[in-house]
Structures are given as C-alpha cells and as structure tokens.
C-alpha cells in the first residue's frame, strides 16, 4: 500500500478555511451595505414625497381659498411654479412672495427652474377661489441634503464593513489556528510514533472534537500495541516450544558424534554432523528470535571480564575456513559473554551467507593503540550490504528482513544493550565490513584504592549506561 | 565419593534425563522431580548442594518453589525461558539466584553448575594465577606466604574465585552473603578493603579488582 504524502506548502486547511470565512464575511458585509443603502435611500424618497405632497398640497388650499398676502412656504429652499393651462410658468416662486389674488395671472417669462435630479417633485391642479382651473401647482423640495446625508451613511457603512471584514478574518484565523494547532500537533505525533513502540505522547488540549480525535487515536495505538505483545508473546512461546526438544536433539547428535568416533562409516558420520550443524542452527534462530520477541523486557545481563579473542576463536571454531586475525595486545571488556558471543556469531553467520562460503570471511580483533577500545571486526568479500541489512542496523526497527535481518537487528540490540558502538561500511563489490567495539576493560578498572565500585543498588540491572563512549 | 547433590526439578522428561545423564558424567549425584510439591518433598528428605528448578511447573509457579527453597538456604539454579524472570517477577530477588536462560547449550548449563558448586562445596583448592585458596581452612597461599582470612571475608573471595571473570555487584554478594539479613550499605566495602589489605600483605594486589560502575571481580 503506497500513499502520496500531502505536498507541503500547499493550500493547508487553516488556510482554506481563514479564506472561506473571509469570503463569507465579505457576501455579508456587501449584502448588508447594499440592502442598508437601498432601504434607506427609499425611505429617504418616501419622506421627501410625503413633505413635498403635504406642501403643494397645502399651498393649492391656500390659493383655492384666496388668502392673497400670506406667504406659500416658509422654507427659502423649497421651490414653488404655478404654471398656466398652456404650459407657461406663471410665478417661479421662490415662496417667499405671495401670490397675486388675481383670476388671470401675469405671465413671467423666466426659464423654468430644473425641478428634476436633485429634487422631489409634487403637483396638484391649480383652482382659483372663482372654482377656475388656472393651471399646475407645482412644488420641488430640495434633496442635496438627503443625498448627502446617504452619501455619508454609505461611506459610513462601507468603512464599518471593511473593519468588520477585517476583525472577522482575523478572529476567524485566530480561532482556527487555535482550533487546528493541536490538530497539527497531534498530526506531527502520529507521524513520528514508533512502529516498535505505537503510543501518543500525552494530548494537552482541550476535550473538543481534536480531542476526541486524539483519545481515539491512542485507543487504537494502544490496541495496537496490546495486540501485537500478545502476539510476541504468543510466538515467543511457539519459539521456546520448539527450542526445548531441540535442545534434547542437539544433545544427543552431539553425544552420538563423539562416541561413534571410530564405529561409524564416513557417510554416516557426515550425515550425522549435517544433522548437528542444522540442529544447532535452529537453537541460534530460536534464540535471535526469543531475543528480538522478549527484547523489551529489561533483560539481566551478567558482567565479566570477557576476552574478546576467545569469544571469536570459539565462535569461528564452528565455521571452519573462517580467517581468525588476533592482534598484539589484550582485548578485553566488562561484557556479557553469553551475548557478546551471539553478538559474533550473528556477524559471523551472516558473513558467512554473504560470501557463500566461509574462506571470504575475515575476523579481526584488535584494542586500539591507546587501549581504551577494543573491537571485533567481521569482513567478507560479498555483495557487500542489502537494504534488509542496512534496515536491521540501523533502522529504528526490524521490518521482517528474513533471518539476515533478524540477525543484525539483535546484533545492533545486544551491543547497544552492552554500551557499545557496531559500524557497517560496504563498498560496491567490496564486500560488507562490520566492526563492534567495546570500553576496553582497561577503562573499567577503578582499582587506584578505589573500593567503591559506585554501582549503587541498580549496578546489577543492565542499563547499557556503565561503560563509557567515546568517539 | 561424588562432587555433590544436585536436584533436577523439571517436568520435561527428555530434557530432565538430558541433563541428569549430562550431570552423572560429570561426577555428580543427580536426583530427579517432575513437579514443584514432589522437589520440595525430596529437599526435606535428603540434603542437597544444588537444585537446578525449571519455572515453568505443572503444578504452579517455580518462582514460589525457588524462594521456598531460598529460605531453606538451598542453592537453586533457576532454568527459564529468556526474560522469564524479569516480566514475571518485579519483586523476585532475582541476585539472590542465578539463572539459565532456556533454551542453553548444555555445556553452558554444566559450567554454571561447576561454578555454584565450587562457591557451594568445601574440600576444594580455588586457583587463579599463583594465589590458591583453601576453602576449609579459610587458607590463601601465594608467592609471598600464607595467610588465614576471616569468615565473612573468604566468603567473599570463596564466591569471587569460584566465579573468575564474573563481576558481581554489591547487591549481588549481599545477596549471596547475607542471604536476608540486610547489611550496612557499606560492608561489602568494608570487606572489600580489609581483604586487599591482608591479601596485599603476602604480596598478592591485583587478584580482586573493582569494575567501575558494576562492582567486583577476580579477573
């Protein structure tokens, strides 16, 4: 199963939802403006008409009752025609003056003022006191002011909108950075668990839907883990099942391999220690594997001065054919001998299979000039390291790389169990070349009238932790 | 005259008969029990120097056997799955009580049982180098003379060379040495460096060696 991981930089959700909120808010802001606007521009015509209509409406009552003298409107800005049956404007009043009491009026021939655009226009049909229809009243209230005042809504309005808009998009993002982070966070966790160990660090925020998300997520982590130790454990027992009459078999091959010495013909002897040597490979097998299976258990290790150069002679003893190079000098280090020789013989087997055949493998062990580390160094002219290998080493688990990987990966445990370092180079065509090395022993001694060990009450407990590093 | 007693208390018959075949060979009397109760019947019948205890008993947990055993200050060399001891036992005083991870190379099995009976075992000569220890007349001779060593103090050079190269840390010899009873944090120490100082006096000074970090061994 392959998955496209999400491209990074791309439009992230906190993104794309600080955008979607932003545009929401502008739909609502524009919305909002335009219906306030267009509301109160006609709430603005309906006023303006309802004056103009009282206004004319009054002036046509004053000039039917003939009331001459008394002025028409009161409002200089107001403007008042009277205009005759054949069209021509009669006063263009600017109602300040009265109108003359006369059935036939004087005709002024003035230009008719604009009474549209900026004006609210009202008519009514101009009777004398006599009952005569002299003409149109017509009556124009001013609208400058009304527009200005529109106009300084609409700026008003548009201004509140934009700080509005702006406050929205930013509380929006501050909440959903607040909302998403620990979205992020718990993705970043999930990226980085373990497969060897799959458990959340702790989730810290809030009890929301991340929060039910993230419990979730740990349930089933934990699930997980639970289900895979069982199953560990479930194997670990098949493996001891197995590892017990093999025990009996091994033995027993062995025993019949050293009193049949002279009895036996070639064949049968040959056939006998293939039987042996395929025994004995299965006990190992079952040991790496109850190694990596039971691994995580604090294992006790059991310290002693351990010769370097013994273990790998012993180890080598049972792969005839496999160069063995001890050079000058002590090799010796605090160390778990029963472990440091799977550390080895794990090395060796592999190199073996690498080679495919043991005459291609070299063992070298050394202590550097200064004495302070010592190492076993497995060198074959093989293809040189697979990816399974590599994975083993020095990949944080072990992916199911066949024996081989099994092997390595309980190498890399034990020794980094045991304070040490393990290194693989390889070079195409070159063969692999791995090298342990160990604190020599030399370090460890702490005899300059030094009783004390310091081991305190855990010294017994392998915390890998003892023996210094360096390098 | 045999090299000492040994209960093997084991329910998988080939494996018992393995390892008691194995343990004959090498000079000891080996008894055999198939379940927890019929070893501790065969403890309180005949003395034994050593029982070799498999956890994993038809009849309930080896662990309760082996304390059992413990407190009737029986040697008891555990046999057990790897990892074994520790998952199931927090408080199990596993330094008390060594033990064999299954499945173990027989010849491993056998070196182990050596090593408990010599650190068990009177009438032998411990030897490392040019220093011999007598284990009962508490004895150590070198080059540069003889000297008698007191009780708790060949104890401890009893368990370091019936061990040699193993490290033992200060829990582990409390353990083995005082079996219970909890010292003062500093004896082991104490003894320590009383048993340098007599042992320097016939000229021997690097046989017990302090490992730093992890404890004690004669090399």
Known sequence: ?471 | VTRGRILVVEDDVALAALVTEELEVAGYEVQRATTGSEGLGEVALHPFDLVLLDLNLPDGDGLEVAERLRDDGVAVLMMTARGDVESRVAGFDAGATDYVPKPFDVRELLARVHARMRERVGGEVLERGDVAYEVETRTVRAAGGSITLPPREAELLQLLMAHPGRVFSRADIEHRLHQGELPASNTIQVHVSQLRRRLAEIGVRTLVRTVRGRGYTVP
């Not at chain 1, 009491?101 to 004087?106: E, L, Q």
């Open chain 1, 1 to 471: 199963m392959s998955r496209t991981p999400p491209r990074r930089g791309s439009f992230n959700l906190r993104t794309r939802l600080s955008w979607l909120a932003l545009a929401t808010l502008l739909a609502t802001v524009a919305g909002l403006v335009v219906a306030t606007d267009t509301a109160f521009a006609a709430f603005q015509r309906r006023e303006l008409a309802g004056v103009a209509e009282r206004e004319v409406e009054r002036v046509a009552t004053m000039v039917r009752s003939g009331t001459p003298g008394d002025r028409f409107v009161q409002d200089e800005a107001t403007r008042l025609q009277f205009v005759s049956a054949n069209g021509e404007v009669v006063l263009p009043n600017t109602g300040a003056a009265a109108l003359p009491g006369v059935d036939a009026p004087t005709v002024h021939r003035t230009p008719l003022p604009d009474l549209e655009g900026t004006w609210m226009v009202a008519q009514r049909p101009w009777r004398t006191p006599s009952g005569l229809t002299a003409g149109t009243i017509r009556l124009a209230v001013p609208m400058e002011a009304a527009l200005a005042t529109r106009t300084a809504l609409r700026r008003l309005l548009i201004l509140t909108g934009l700080a509005a808009l702006a406050a929205g998009f930013a509380i929006s993002y501050v909440t959903l950075r607040r909302a998403l982070g620990p979205l992020q966070g718990l993705a970043r966790q999930a990226r980085d668990v373990d497969p060897a160990d799959p458990r959340l660090v702790e989730y810290g925020g809030p009890a929301d839907e991340v929060g039910v998300l993230a419990d979730g997520l740990a349930r089933a982590l934990d699930g997980i883990r639970a289900h895979r130790d069982a199953e560990r454990e479930r194997l670990a027992d098949v493996a001891h099942e197995l590892a017990a009459p093999l025990t009996v078999v091994t033995h027993h091959l062995r025993r019949l391999d050293a009193e049949l010495a002279s009895d036996a013909s070639d064949r049968n002897r040959e056939r006998l220690r293939a039987a042996l040597a395929a025994g004995d490979e299965l006990l190992v097998s079952s040991q790496d594997l109850l190694t990596v299976l039971r691994g995580d258990l604090d294992e006790r290790l059991e310290w002693h001065v351990v010769d370097l150069a013994d273990v790998a002679a012993q180890v080598v003893s049972a792969y005839p054919g496999v160069h063995l190079n001890v050079q000058e000098g002590e090799a010796t280090a605090i160390l778990d001998p029963v472990r440091t020789r799977q550390i080895v013989r794990n090395l060796v087997r592999n190199a073996v299979r690498a080679a495919g055949r043991p005459d291609g493998v070299r063992v070298e062990v050394a202590s550097e000039p200064d004495g302070r580390r010592v190492r076993v160094v497995v060198a074959d002219d093989g293809p040189g390291l697979t990816p399974e290998e590599r994975e083993a080493m020095f990949g944080r688990y072990v992916t199911g790389g066949g024996s081989t990987g099994l092997g390595l990966a309980v190498v890399q445990r034990l020794v980094a169990a045991q304070g040490g370092r393990v290194d693989a180079t390889s070079e195409p065509g070159e063969g692999a070349r791995f090298v342990v090395s160990f604190a020599s022993a030399q370090t460890a001694w702490a005899d300059d009238g030094a009783d004390d060990p310091g081991d305190g009450i855990d010294a017994d407990h392998a915390d890998g932790s003892g023996s210094a590093r360096t390098g």
